[in-house]
């Protein structure tokens, strides 16, 4: 019997690689579909948004709003980048939805790790591992934002870097993640619009939750089985050692699949089924932000003068974010403790992990608009 059994073990590995495999493509379909779904009927009113904004602090929490509807930091920095090219944006305000965008960004990881909610260590770990960004992100606006409108000094090293770059050529980059899973994202929402008509976009957005759910808990079922020690020697050895290598990971990765929101949500599954630390995950996120500006920046180099200013902003301030914090023991440790503590709250008391999601990304910064209105 035992020749049965060990020719059993490695047919049911390829089986299990190939589950993986599958769930790990319809993971980064649930995760477009998600963002397509906002966007159906959140685009427009994010442009009418960052539009009609003047001051500096609603033009941040307008970021934030925007960039948690559409769930892409990219939509919405190169919707600024065009505004501020035509003449609707200034500069000066178009730096605060900037910054804004980099915390709206962070809600699609901390959405990533509701899918862990029903098994409390996985969840503990996976809401760490997802809002180690959002915390960092917070903390870096907490220095440069006032920084910024105190002495404009992105916007000024931005515009002297523009005038040695304008009239480069310009890259166009093409997704091989978007690529491959854009025609089943094309597929769902074409067969969701013509069934569901108005109520297309709310049926698409909640097929990506359902979709990004099952597929969470079987990429975590599958790599617990597969990998679990190998992964971590890879992990150690990568990233492990130096934040530097990490750093670099990310900013590759992303850089390649244009979009941090992929890569720090692939980095959840890997957290909450103890694959991946919450140290060796940090310094990936860090690296995600600075990779997801790379394709707009080359993008935007033979464009508008103004356009390339906001890009190289958005460079600027993630490099600045990371010098400032990372090097630093003590500052460092700020975004991994409050994420570490918040998991371990939202593990408890679950429903505190939803209070964030809604409050920090919604309804804070929509109060505070409206407020800002009335006033």
Same mark, same amino acid.
């Given at each position: 019997?035992?020749?049965?059994?060990?020719?059993?073990?490695?047919?049911?590995?390829?089986?299990?690689?190939?589950?993986?495999?599958?769930?790990?493509?319809?993971?980064?379909?649930?995760?477009?579909?998600?963002?397509?779904?906002?966007?159906?009927?959140?685009?427009?009113?994010?442009?009418?948004?960052?539009?009609?904004?003047?001051?500096?602090?609603?033009?941040?929490?307008?970021?934030?709003?925007?960039?948690?509807?559409?769930?892409?930091?990219?939509?919405?920095?190169?919707?600024?980048?065009?505004?501020?090219?035509?003449?609707?944006?200034?500069?000066?305000?178009?730096?605060?939805?900037?910054?804004?965008?980099?915390?709206?960004?962070?809600?699609?990881?901390?959405?990533?790790?509701?899918?862990?909610?029903?098994?409390?260590?996985?969840?503990?770990?996976?809401?760490?591992?997802?809002?180690?960004?959002?915390?960092?992100?917070?903390?870096?606006?907490?220095?440069?934002?006032?920084?910024?409108?105190?002495?404009?000094?992105?916007?000024?090293?931005?515009?002297?870097?523009?005038?040695?770059?304008?009239?480069?050529?310009?890259?166009?980059?093409?997704?091989?993640?978007?690529?491959?899973?854009?025609? *089943? /994202?094309?597929?769902?929402? $074409?067969? @969701? +619009? !013509?069934?569901?008509?108005?109520? =297309?976009?709310?049926?698409? %957005?909640?097929?990506?939750?359902?979709?990004?759910?099952?597929?969470?808990?079987?990429?975590?079922?599958?790599?617990?089985?597969?990998?679990?020690?190998?992964?971590?020697?890879?992990?150690?050895?990568?990233?492990?050692?130096?934040?530097?290598?990490?750093?670099?990971?990310?900013?590759?990765?992303? *850089? /390649?699949?244009?979009?941090? $929101?992929? @890569? +720090? !949500?692939?980095?959840?599954?890997? =957290?909450?089924?103890?694959? %991946?630390?919450?140290?060796?995950?940090?310094?990936?996120?860090?690296?995600?932000?600075?990779?997801?500006?790379?394709?707009?920046?080359?993008?935007?180099?033979?464009?508008?003068?103004?356009?390339?200013?906001?890009?190289?902003?958005?460079?600027?301030?993630?490099?600045?974010?990371?010098?400032?914090?990372?090097?630093?023991?003590?500052?460092?440790?700020?975004?991994?403790?409050?994420?570490?503590?918040?998991?371990?709250?939202? %593990?408890?008391?679950?429903?505190?992990?939803?209070?964030?999601?809604?409050?920090?990304?919604?309804?804070?910064?929509?109060?505070?608009?409206?407020?800002?209105?009335?006033?």
């Amino acid at each position: 019997m035992a020749p049965i059994s060990g020719a059993r073990k490695p047919f049911t590995t390829i089986l299990r690689f190939v589950g993986f495999v599958i769930f790990l493509y319809l993971f980064l379909v649930s995760v477009r579909l998600l963002g397509t779904g906002f966007k159906m009927f959140g685009a427009g009113f994010a442009e009418r948004l960052i539009s009609t904004t003047s001051n500096p602090f609603i033009g941040l929490f307008v970021g934030i709003l925007a960039t948690s509807l559409v769930q892409s930091s990219s939509t919405t920095t190169s919707t600024v980048v065009g505004f501020v090219a035509s003449g609707i944006l200034t500069i000066e305000n178009a730096v605060p939805i900037i910054m804004g965008a980099n915390i709206g960004t962070t809600v699609t990881s901390t959405i990533v790790s509701m899918g862990h909610v029903t098994r409390r260590e996985e969840f503990r770990r996976a809401m760490a591992a997802a809002t180690v960004h959002d915390f960092f992100n917070i903390l870096t606006v907490a220095v440069f934002f006032p920084l910024e409108l105190a002495t404009g000094f992105l916007r000024r090293v931005a515009q002297a870097i523009s005038t040695l770059m304008v009239g480069t050529e310009g890259v166009t980059f093409a997704s091989p993640v978007k690529r491959v899973v854009k025609p *089943a /994202v094309e597929l769902v929402v $074409s067969l @969701t +619009t !013509s069934i569901a008509g108005r109520h =297309a976009a709310m049926i698409v %957005a909640i097929f990506g939750v359902v979709l990004l759910l099952i597929s969470l808990y079987f990429i975590v079922k599958y790599a617990k089985n597969l990998a679990l020690k190998r992964a971590e020697i890879v992990l150690d050895r990568l990233m492990g050692r130096s934040g530097m290598t990490g750093m670099a990971v990310g900013c590759g990765v992303t *850089a /390649v699949i244009q979009s941090s $929101s992929v @890569t +720090t !949500s692939l980095m959840v599954p890997l =957290a909450g089924a103890g694959i %991946a630390r919450l140290d060796q995950i940090f310094p990936i996120t860090l690296g995600a932000n600075v990779g997801t500006t790379i394709t707009a920046l080359m993008a935007s180099l033979a464009g508008d003068a103004r356009g390339l200013i906001i890009a190289i902003v958005h460079l600027l301030f993630n490099i600045c974010g990371i010098l400032f914090i990372y090097p630093f023991r003590p500052l460092r440790r700020i975004p991994m403790f409050l994420a570490t503590r918040l998991g371990d709250v939202a %593990a408890k008391k679950k429903r505190y992990a939803a209070l964030f999601i809604i409050g920090s990304f919604y309804a804070l910064p929509v109060m505070l608009i409206l407020l800002s209105k009335l006033l």
